[in-house]
């Protein structure tokens, strides 16, 4: 058996992914580039529309994938999405946790509502749609989940309500690898450092900076001389749900252009 690979009963094709909060940033470059690599990619997120642009960019590079509206936050929302995955591509075995927000403040002035918020779509929409999923990865005994973390999980001023959910993550997908590994699915998290999206050009502007500003200051603090790019963390995504990728579970991986913090 040495030096063997472990063979899988469905192959390394059409294999369906989903991937939440993918109608823009990171999740849309994941669906995309999951997609690139023969995926069929439930692209998941608030706004239906927003889905549908991004299904058919897919579509039109050849690829397969599916618009699909959800809270991830809502249960019963969450469970009627897969099941309609299930119906539309076929049963998830990649699964990719992306669907994020921020509600930045430093602790004396942050409310209640706010860190709800974070906590709520991170933490719980990772464990309802983990949840949903994991089934059908467990009857096909094969599954790769990804969960975005954050170097923020470090800590991070005017983020403790995101520092801890992002730590949370970290827990859950340790917590899920040690679950779910017997049945052939492997749980990792991806810590992205400074990432050029909507969400960061957003704290740009919270604090009274052009993204310009912003994204120079950050770069200048990182060792590898630029910003990441959402298909930066694609590309790790990739791997790590990739069928080559069963030995590696219950990892984060600081995708940070060396940078920490
Ligand atoms: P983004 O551009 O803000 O995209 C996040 C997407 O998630 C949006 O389309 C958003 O929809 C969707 N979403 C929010 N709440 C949702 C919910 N309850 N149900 C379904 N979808 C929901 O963010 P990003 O920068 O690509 O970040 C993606 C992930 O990477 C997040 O988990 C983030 O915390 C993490 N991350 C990002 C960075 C970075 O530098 N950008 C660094 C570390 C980690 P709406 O637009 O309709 O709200």
């Given at each position: 058996?040495?030096?063997?690979?472990?063979?899988y009963?469905?192959g390394?094709?059409a294999?369906?992914?989903?991937?939440?909060?993918?109608?823009r940033g990171?999740g849309?470059?994941?669906?995309?580039r999951?997609?690139?690599?023969?995926r069929?990619?439930?692209?998941l997120?608030l706004?239906?529309?927003?889905c549908a642009?991004?299904?058919d960019?897919?579509v039109?590079?050849?690829?397969?994938?599916?618009?699909v509206?959800?809270?991830?936050?809502?249960?019963?929302?969450v469970?009627?999405?897969?099941?309609?995955?299930v119906?539309g591509?076929?049963?998830?075995?990649?699964?990719?946790?992306?669907?994020?927000?921020?509600?930045d403040?430093l602790l004396?002035?942050?409310?209640v509502?706010?860190?709800?918020a974070?906590?709520?779509?991170h933490?719980?929409g990772?464990f309802?749609?983990t949840r949903?999923?994991q089934?059908h990865?467990?009857?096909q005994?094969?599954?790769?989940?990804?969960n975005l973390s954050?170097?923020?999980?470090?800590?991070?001023r005017?983020?403790?309500?995101y520092a801890a959910?992002?730590a949370?993550?970290?827990?859950l997908?340790?917590?899920?690898?040690?679950e779910?590994?017997?049945?052939g699915?492997?749980?990792n998290?991806v810590a992205?450092?400074f990432?050029?999206?909507e969400?960061?050009a957003?704290?740009?502007?919270?604090?009274?900076?052009?993204?310009e500003e912003?994204?120079?200051?950050?770069?200048?603090?990182?060792p590898?001389?630029?910003?990441?790019?959402?298909e930066d963390?694609?590309?790790?995504?990739h791997?790590?749900?990739?069928?080559?990728?069963?030995?590696?579970?219950?990892?984060?991986?600081?995708?940070?252009?060396?940078?920490?913090?």
């Amino acid at each position: 058996m040495q030096g063997q690979l472990q063979e899988y009963p469905h192959g390394s094709a059409a294999r369906v992914a989903i991937v939440t909060g993918a109608a823009r940033g990171i999740g849309a470059a994941t669906a995309r580039r999951l997609a690139a690599g023969g995926r069929a990619v439930a692209v998941l997120d608030l706004d239906l529309d927003a889905c549908a642009v991004v299904r058919d960019e897919i579509v039109a590079a050849g690829g397969t994938a599916l618009a699909v509206s959800a809270d991830v936050t809502d249960e019963t929302a969450v469970d009627r999405a897969v099941e309609e995955i299930v119906e539309g591509l076929g049963a998830p075995t990649i699964l990719v946790n992306n669907a994020g927000i921020t509600r930045d403040n430093l602790l004396f002035k942050m409310s209640v509502d706010d860190w709800d918020a974070v906590v709520q779509v991170h933490l719980r929409g990772a464990f309802l749609m983990t949840r949903a999923a994991q089934r059908h990865m467990v009857a096909q005994r094969f599954g790769r989940i990804v969960n975005l973390s954050s170097t923020s999980a470090l800590g991070n001023r005017g983020q403790a309500n995101y520092a801890a959910a992002k730590a949370g993550i970290q827990g859950l997908t340790r917590t899920l690898a040690v679950e779910l590994g017997p049945f052939g699915v492997t749980a990792n998290a991806v810590a992205p450092g400074f990432v050029q999206t909507e969400m960061t050009a957003a704290t740009a502007e919270r604090l009274g900076l052009t993204f310009e500003e912003f994204t120079a200051r950050a770069i200048a603090k990182i060792p590898v001389g630029r910003g990441g790019q959402p298909e930066d963390i694609a590309a790790v995504v990739h791997f790590l749900t990739s069928d080559e990728s069963g030995y590696v579970s219950g990892q984060v991986l600081y995708v940070d252009g060396a940078r920490r913090g």
